[in-house]
């Protein structure tokens, strides 16, 4: 942790006479750009991998059909549909499950009050007002919602807000092209748990916004980087995509 914090610092001490007091902020912003910059060959991956998918539609609604009354037969005949076709129904998760440990990294450098047995000196960084350490909760306190600190998370909220809300629209208008019920009116394996999901899938976005007022504001801004980041990355990867595949990805908040 101290590597990575002494990188940072190093990246801010760069970016100081562009950004001055809130070169900290903007070397997480950049931290989280090199990131997704890595991850992204295994999102491109995803994105094939979904594609290959979508073009077995019709012949995993045969084995429905053949199947349809015994589930284990059909998902034992899907597996091995995947396996001869060479598809993952998995890639998709591994990109967000990549970034995971930056976060983390994140996390813990903004909360801990000593780093190798030092005081932590990125804690009195801040952005404008607000100190990179702290939460929406502290903002509250000091100053109150339109105070300097509470009008930066209105603006972080705001963002948040608006690229969730294009998820959800994206997300719905997949998930109402590609219904998990089975035609004919026979119900696939597992279509009741995934009725179920696509309810609730459209809304995950907006759990971001939960995520970015309970972890520190440096944590924050990448969450807030990360997920503008995976809204324009779809954007771009799925645009070619039948409609209603890759659905389930749709809804992705990192």
Request: proline share 6%; aromatic share 10%.
């Amino acid at each position: 942790m101290s590597f990575f914090a002494s990188l940072v610092a190093d990246l801010a001490d760069l970016l100081a006479p562009l950004f001055h007091g809130s070169a900290m902020a903007a070397a997480i912003v950049l931290v989280t750009a090199c990131v997704r910059l890595l991850v992204h060959p295994l999102s491109r991956a995803a994105a094939r991998g979904q594609k290959a998918r979508a073009k077995l539609s019709p012949q995993i609604a045969a084995l429905r059909e053949k199947h349809g009354k015994n589930p284990e037969k059909f998902q034992k005949a899907v597996m091995e549909l995947h396996r001869e076709e060479q598809v993952s129904p998995l890639s998709g998760c591994l990109p967000g499950l990549f970034q995971l440990p930056a976060f983390f990294l994140l996390y813990h450098l903004f909360s801990s009050s000593d780093i190798g047995g030092k005081a932590n000196e990125l804690l009195d960084h801040k952005l404008f007002a607000a100190p990179l350490g702290g939460r929406f909760a502290d903002a509250l306190g000091d100053g109150g919602l339109f105070g300097a600190a509470g009008l930066l998370y209105l603006a972080l909220f705001a963002l948040v807000t608006a690229v969730a809300t294009f998820n959800y629209r994206r997300t719905k208008r997949q998930l109402a092209a590609n219904p998990p019920a089975a035609p004919g009116g026979e119900q696939a394996p597992g279509a009741n748990a995934m009725a179920a999901m696509g309810k609730f899938m459209p809304f995950m976005s907006f759990m971001t916004l939960f995520t970015v007022a309970v972890v520190p504001l440096a944590a924050a801004l990448y969450v807030v980087t990360s997920t503008t980041w995976s809204a324009v990355e779809r954007a771009v990867l799925y645009r070619d995509m039948p409609t209603g595949a890759g659905a389930m990805g749709a809804a992705a908040v990192l």
